[in-house]
């Protein structure tokens, strides 16, 4: 009986920094990009660990000390006309016409204004940012 062992491949040092280039694309699953280009996510871990491969450094090395608040776009619905003056509105006597916001999480501070007739709006937004 003659049983052929499998041999080992070896992998280019440009090959296995694609690899880690593609696991470092946000949302890439280690072991989804294994198993696309055959190869065991075990092995791919270990290269990311630097064992069996040269170490790639990212472009931009971020660390917690080093990491500055970026800025984050939000799309919101634009606002409907007023259907009548707001000086009439009882919200305007009283002087609360706009619900306002302000979110603090380290050094980064929100300030959000939204008016009171969207106060449903305002809502549902406020639970999908506290999520």
């Known amino acids: 009986m003659d049983v052929n062992p ?19 694309e946000p949302g890439a699953s280690v072991a989804a990009v294994a198993m696309s280009l055959k190869l065991n996510d075990n092995l791919v871990h270990q290269w990311r660990r630097g064992r069996g491969a040269n170490p790639v450094s990212p472009a931009t090395p971020t660390t917690v000390a080093d990491s500055t608040p970026q800025f984050i776009a939000l799309s919101l619905p634009s606002p409907p006309p007023p259907s009548a003056p707001r000086s ?11 619900i306002r916001l302000e979110f603090k999480r380290g050094t980064l501070g929100v300030s959000v ?19």
């Open 113 to 131: 204004t939204w008016p009171v007739s969207a106060a449903a709006d305002c809502a549902a937004w406020l639970r999908e940012v506290l999520r």
């Open 6 to 24: 499998k041999q080992r491949r070896r992998h280019s040092a440009q090959f296995k920094a694609q690899v880690l280039a593609a696991c470092a």
């Open 88 to 98: 009439t509105s009882a919200a305007a006597v009283t002087g609360a016409a706009d």
